[in-house]
């Protein structure tokens, strides 16, 4: 949910969106491997969910031939709005808004890590993660190209063996991969508690015969 009077803070180790924590310096390295996984040579990327700009950052450092960035909330673009030039298509808008007005099979890959909608109580675990992950499903299947790529971090590490999972995957004749990441969360972190996180990719079939 976007409200009308939004807070928004950065400081030097993280995002706070009223008061929560959005994302953390501490992920860097599991936003270059997310990006890694997903993004290839002359992809047309969407990079949902800006952030402190991580993930951009390591779209940028690869060809691509378009680079997205779909962000709800135009205060946090302030720093990537200072560098010029800029070469990436800004979309500020919500993503439930924004994706369903995309043309359909526009994207070879997707960067997904937009704000679960209860961040506030959001605790990184393996539920809460696929409750974050499937609302996203349906438009990517629309908008990505066959073979095309959704990327995600899961920090529990757990997903990949949930039942449910599968079973939402398979609703959907989609496949996956992972890779598992070291992290280094502090003690405090209630979105990630482990020293492992995955990166997920979903790959849409080539063909849905
Ligand atoms: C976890 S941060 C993204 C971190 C980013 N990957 C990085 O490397 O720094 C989530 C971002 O998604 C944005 N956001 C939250 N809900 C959104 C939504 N529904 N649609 C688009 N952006 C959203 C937040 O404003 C925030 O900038």
Redesign the pocket.
Known sequence: M?RAQTKIEITTDR?L?NGVS??EVW?RPI?KKLVEAVVSLNDVVA??????????EAIQKISTREHWI????HH?LVPLLEKQPLSANLII????TALPMIKEEYFHAI?Y???PDDRGVFDGSAEATLKFVSPILPHALRILKPGGKLGFIDFSGALRTLPEFHVRLAKFNLDFNFVSVPINPPPKCNYARNRIGDVITIIKPNSNL
């Open positions: 976007i995002l969106i959005s994302v992920e936003q990079e949902v969910g800006y952030g402190l700009g991580m993930a951009s779909i962000e709800a909330h946090t808008s919500s993503w439930q960067v890590d937009a704000d």
